[in-house]
């Protein structure tokens, strides 16, 4: 019995997915061999993302290939070595494949660098909690930490320095942040004011080999967990509800209308701790601080 052709239409669509997955896997292969994104970075994606993803459907070979120095030789050369086939996609890749192929990379990645890996840390958690003063300890006492710093809208409280604590700027200077592609996630916090992240410091401070610690809200935690999945998120926690209250109380730079609204985005904050990969109480800050940085693997200075 003859086969039937599939209807135009169909083919129709199925080359425009076609391309349309193809134009996907060459910008991550673009990504990589820019720098703007890990090889490392790349296959966690693939494996933790749906099976569809342009990660998971890239070829090894051609993973390999976007990284700066590996040419089709030298790359064949380490497929071999790694007994991953010439035809294996990275999501389509064995248990021990897939281990083979991680330890290689982040090898290749921490050369230089043998006894630690750069990783990306996210703290967050409700406001009052002490997430800026656990960072400050962590950039006083812990140098190879790369602390990112925050954009953001509002105004500098007593004490606060520009382009140590946050980068302070006008509504229309972030929006032109936005609009020139430098932002790697950005929100607005309380309804009120907007604050986001430089992308470019965090790829530069990583790719050099220097973890970075990222301290943001909830919604840019959120960003960047779908930007870059290998991030360890963390969720800082007060001690108890009552804590919380006093210490937002204590501090004394809102009006009582701004804490009440404060403590009621607090509440929402809480729910969501379970998102995220690790939660530390902060029952003192430079305890908070080393468990903070152990996740990075950094000796005290």
């Known amino acids: 019995m003859p086969r039937l052709a599939p209807p135009e239409v169909d083919r129709v669509a199925a080359a425009a997915t076609a391309v349309a997955a193809r134009r996907a896997r060459a910008a991550v292969k673009r990504d990589i061999h820019d720098r703007v994104r890990s090889a490392v970075e790349v296959v ?5 993302q749906p099976a569809k993803a342009a990660e998971a ?13 590996l040419g089709p030789t030298r790359v064949a050369k380490i497929m071999s070595e790694l007994e991953i086939a010439d035809s294996k996609r990275v999501g389509g890749l064995g248990i021990r494949q897939r281990r083979r192929l991680l330890d290689w990379l982040v090898a290749r990645e921490n050369r230089g660098h043998p006894k630690t890996r750069a990783r990306l840390v996210v703290l967050a958690g409700p406001t ?7 960072s400050t300890h962590i950039r006083e006492n812990y140098p190879d930490v790369h602390l990112s710093v925050s954009a953001t ?5 007593p004490g606060e320095t520009n382009g140590v604590n946050y980068f302070f700027v ?7 942040l936005i609009e020139s592609g430098q932002m790697l996630e950005t929100a607005t916090v309380h309804n009120a004011f907007r604050y986001g992240t430089p992308r470019a410091p965090i790829d530069e401070a990583l790719s050099n080999g220097k973890s970075v610690l990222l301290e943001i809200d909830l919604q840019g935690a959120r960003s960047v967990r779908a930007a870059m999945p290998s991030a360890v998120l963390v969720f800082l926690l007060p001690p108890t509800w ?46 908070a601080a080393r468990e903070v940085v152990d996740l990075m693997s950094i000796p005290h200075a």
């Open 57 to 69: 459907s890239l070829r090894v070979r051609d993973l390999l290939t976007s990284i700066r120095g």
């Open 44 to 48: 966690e994606t693939a494996w933790t």
């Open 242 to 287: 009552d804590e919380l209250v006093r210490r937002l109380i204590g501090r004394g730079t809102e009006s009582s209308v701004e804490q009440q609204r404060r403590l009621e985005t607090a509440k929402a904050e809480l729910a969501a701790q379970d998102e995220f990969d690790v939660k530390v109480v902060n029952h003192e800050v430079s305890q």
């Open 153 to 157: 809208t509002r105004a500098p409280r």
């Open 170 to 176: 006008s509504d229309e200077e972030f929006d032109e």
């Open 128 to 134: 009052a909690v002490g997430k800026g003063a656990v």
